[in-house]
């Protein structure tokens, strides 16, 4: 059982900047996509960022330049730097982990990011 913890969310001004953290429980850590998906209510989940084992990331147009992906495998844990914070970036955000050759994610709880005017 893979389980994923996430924190670092909250509330913060437009402009402003959070860092979210993921920590995961499992022993193979390395091998696996790292994600982060985020959800307002009435709307699907939005992919927002991945990072490979290699390193490689992606990014959703609507974070890409402000938000930044990246993970520290000897500690387990995917992190998400969003600078230049937008109203429109409130939502719950998940940390998600795919491991190699299944199709299936692990999902975090979620944590609340929160951006008033």
């Known amino acids: 059982q893979v389980q994923l913890v996430e924190s670092g969310g909250g509330l913060v001004q437009a402009g402003g900047s959070l860092r979210l953290s993921c920590a995961a429980s499992?022993?193979?850590?390395?091998?696996?996509?790292m994600g982060w998906y985020r959800q307002t209510p009435g709307k699907q989940r939005e992919l927002v960022a991945t990072?490979?084992?290699?390193?490689?990331?992606s990014y959703a147009d609507s974070v890409k330049g402000r938000f930044a992906i990246s993970r520290d495998n000897a500690k387990k844990t995917v992190y998400l730097q969003m600078n230049s914070l937008k109203p429109e970036d409130t939502a719950v955000y998940y940390c998600?982990?795919?491991?190699?050759?299944?199709?299936?994610?692990?999902w975090g709880q979620g944590t609340q990011v929160t951006v008033s005017s």
């Open positions: 990072i490979t084992s290699a390193g490689s990331t």
């Open positions: 998600t982990l795919k491991p190699p050759g299944v199709s299936s994610l692990y």
């Open positions: 499992r022993s193979i850590f390395s091998i696996n996509v």
